[in-house]
């Protein structure tokens, strides 16, 4: 009888053994049942062994081996392991949670492996050339189906897109394709080689960037594709994924939000019509995510694109790995397991001996610290391509009075893009009517009753809501506090700014783009389709509209409310506002004409500021790393916090003050912080503190925060909930 060592989806750092017959190491990385108390759980074999620490009375048996999938590669459960030590939260959790929901589940999978569709004479008849071009899905299915000499697998075709299953119903519906079923074991026909449709010709730049990282040889090699907006980087990641097609193996293309998926995936599409793309983000529907990652797990999808989770996905001819926008904050998971999908990244190319490039207009400095030192390879686009950098002016709001947060410089460049038949962008990182609702007789203003925050103004519904926990409420009909009914709002938000601009230019069609506009499934996708298709004079948004898009009759961007983000607590803050601003202005004059960037604020001549105007972020760089070196902050240390909750605060800094006694008694080189209550103190009804640590060597760090954790988790604390959050992005 074997023994084996099972991950379970439990707060607890440990493995769990079980007895099991007809068990050997070819099942490592599969599910398992087995009881856990008085359920019923789904795990995950981790290690199989002849013997056992526990007694014989306390070992319970393995209710089911689950077959229905292939196992966990070695190399997921490796890094997996790597997770959840460097990160020191339990294994469980990270294991299972970085499975499809689907595969979570007690029951078996029932994959319609044998089911497979053909055309029809019909279907052969028809022209893709001549279906509407939102017909994407059903153009590239007919390709994919008249290439092959035969029926090609339900599963592989549904792989090539989120919606691909519904668009075989309605081709066969329409009488183009028929189902046929194969003898069980049958294979598809095969597609044939990687087709790679031609792309625009390269610049000197990029060719020489593309030229670099071919001659680099094989292994591992992280390059920093350091290149403006505009200069093409997307260009460069298609050109070194078609040198891996063509070598047989797989690429992993990460992006940093949902958002920017759906153009990039059709560029990618386009671009390599006959290779299966899988699409993993969290937009999928659970039947969606699991064929996609099916289908990245068998290896039939060449280039697997996908958000911070995907990387996580099993990869087994893995050649390249791509991350797009590295800078992004989005890439950093901010509960649970609090993971760095770019640094584990880093971490799986290294394992598989791969490149891997980081793509970004404005890295962040811990990336841009390891160019410039060398441990990191460089690579430069320093030119737009067809275009040149848009001019960056200010307006300053000192001296010009705001219109419901605009100017008359502003609003006059609007109008005369309007008169040129252009499009504009007014950029405002703040959804909602207003941020504050106050009564000016007594200024009471409407709090959150939950969290540490103000309650926005929305429009739409006249309601009240909490951006942080989601409460929300009917505006009042007078101040609760003197039965005042002056309530006025105070500040700006996307919906404010639409209202204004309506009032303003009556005839122009104006569509407001945040993430209340954009809750729907495929909102964005057709909004980006009007945008295209020039149905919109004005666009006004939040840093949805900031990131990868490109819009060629855009040429005027105005900025509102920049100035918010360069007195900031967080020492993070100035970086996040010049990487914002560099991608929003970017957005102007991609096409023929010079975009003009107006930026209004109160204090033109910041140095922040005049560095954009010179689009020299490497300069403003090293001025910042110099201050971080100055004031040791990262990357110059390494840090992470000790997060605590509870329902009063004096409880969870009475917890971080115990902590702080424990780690004092290690003798070690890491400073330790004094608690303090989290910059947003109450949360969905609990209240948040926080410890900092920090060292000048990770390898100290992580061997204070192993010693420390097993105290932590000696203490028996049962009325704070705590967790560890290491390279941490928010103080």
């Not at 020039?534 to 990868?548: M, N, P, R, S, W």
């Not at 100055?630 to 916090?641: E, I, M, T």
């Amino acid at each position: 009888m074997n023994f084996v060592r099972v991950a379970l989806d439990v707060p607890l750092p440990t493995l769990f053994d079980y007895s099991a017959t007809a068990v050997t190491a070819d099942d490592v990385g599969r599910r398992v049942l087995v009881p856990f108390g008085k359920k019923i759980a789904v795990g995950i074999i981790m290690e199989v062994t002849s013997s056992t620490a526990l007694a014989p009375q306390r070992v319970r048996r393995v209710l089911s081996v689950q077959r229905d999938v292939a196992p966990l590669p070695a190399d997921i459960l490796k890094l997996l392991r790597f997770c959840g030590d460097y990160y020191h939260h339990p294994l469980g959790e990270a294991v299972l949670n970085a499975l499809p929901t689907r595969l979570r589940r007690r029951q078996l999978l029932k994959l319609d492996t044998d089911k497979a569709y053909r055309l029809t004479a019909a279907g052969r008849d028809i022209d893709p050339a001549t279906l509407p071009p939102r017909a994407k899905i059903k153009r590239e299915l007919l390709g994919l189906l008249s290439a092959a000499s035969d029926s090609l697998d339900e599963a592989r075709l549904c792989a090539i897109a989120p919606r691909a299953r519904a668009a075989l119903k309605v081709m066969a519906d329409l009488g183009w394709i028929e189902q046929c079923v194969r003898a069980p074991g049958s294979q598809s026909a095969a597609i044939p080689e990687t087709c790679v449709a031609s792309g625009p010709e390269l610049t000197d730049e990029q060719r020489a960037t593309v030229e670099s990282v071919r001659n680099a040889g094989s292994g591992f090699a992280p390059w920093l594709l350091l290149g403006v907006t505009g200069s093409g980087k997307t260009e460069v990641y298609l050109r070194l994924i078609a040198d891996i097609l063509a070598r047989g193996r797989q690429a992993l293309l990460l992006v940093p939000e949902i958002n920017l998926t759906p153009q990039l995936e059709a560029q990618v599409r386009t671009r390599f019509p006959g290779t299966t793309i899988a699409s993993l983000h969290s937009g999928l529907n659970e039947s969606e995510r699991l064929h996609g990652w099916l289908a990245a797990q068998s290896g039939a999808a060449g280039v697997v694109l996908g958000t911070r989770l995907a990387i996580f996905t099993p990869l087994p001819n893995l050649g390249l790995i791509i991350v797009d926008e590295e800078h992004d904050a989005s890439f950093k998971q901010m509960d649970g397991l609090r993971y760095s999908a770019r640094d584990l990244a880093l971490m799986r190319a290294k394992e598989r001996a791969i490149p891997i490039l980081l793509g970004s207009a404005t890295p962040a400095l811990e990336t841009f610290h390891k160019a410039a030192t060398g441990s990191y390879r460089t690579l430069l686009l320093t030119h737009p391509v067809n275009a040149m950098p848009a001019d960056i002016e200010y307006v300053d709001t000192r001296q010009a009075p705001l219109i419901d947060g605009l100017s008359q410089e502003l609003l006059k460049a609007i109008n005369a893009t309007l008169k040129r038949g252009e499009q504009s962008m007014v950029f405002i990182n703040r959804r909602g009517y207003a941020p504050v609702l106050i009564c000016r007789s007594c200024n009471w203003t409407a709090d959150c009753h939950r969290c540490s925050a103000k309650l926005v103004l929305h429009a739409e519904g006249r309601s009240l809501r909490c951006h942080h926990c989601g409460h929300q409420e009917a505006i009042p009909a007078a101040c609760p506090q003197c039965g005042n009914h002056d309530l006025l709002p105070l500040g700006q938000g996307t919906q404010r700014i639409e209202s204004a601009l309506a009032r303003t230019f009556p005839a122009a069609r104006i569509l407001r783009v945040d993430r209340d506009s954009t809750r729907r499934k495929h909102a964005w996708q057709d909004m980006r389709r009007q945008i295209h298709a020039q149905e919109i004079d004005i666009l006004v948004g939040t840093q949805i509209l900031a990131k990868g898009h490109d819009f060629p009759q855009l040429n005027l961007v105005g900025v509102i409310n920049a100035d918010s983000s360069l007195y900031s607590t967080d020492f993070r803050a100035s970086e996040r506002l010049f990487a914002r601003l560099t991608q929003v202005a970017g957005r102007a004059g991609r096409g023929a004409t010079r975009g003009r960037v107006l930026i209004q604020t109160e204090f033109p001549q910041h140095p922040l500021y005049q560095a954009l105007r010179r689009h020299d972020y490497p300069a403003y760089a090293q001025e910042l790393l110099a201050e971080r070196k100055q004031a040791g902050f990262p990357p110059f240390v390494y840090q992470a916090v000790l997060r605590a909750e509870a329902s009063q605060i004096a409880a969870a800094l009475d917890f971080l003050a115990r902590a702080a006694q424990l780690a004092a008694e290690f003798d070690n080189a890491v400073t330790i912080y004094d608690p303090v209550p989290a910059n947003l103190t109450r949360l969905a009804g609990l209240e948040r503190a926080q410890l900092t640590v920090q060292a000048h060597s990770r390898a100290a760090l992580q061997k204070f925060l192993r010693a420390w954790r097993e105290r932590l988790d000696a203490s028996g604390e049962r009325k704070v909930r705590w967790a560890l959050d290491v390279d941490p992005l928010e103080l």
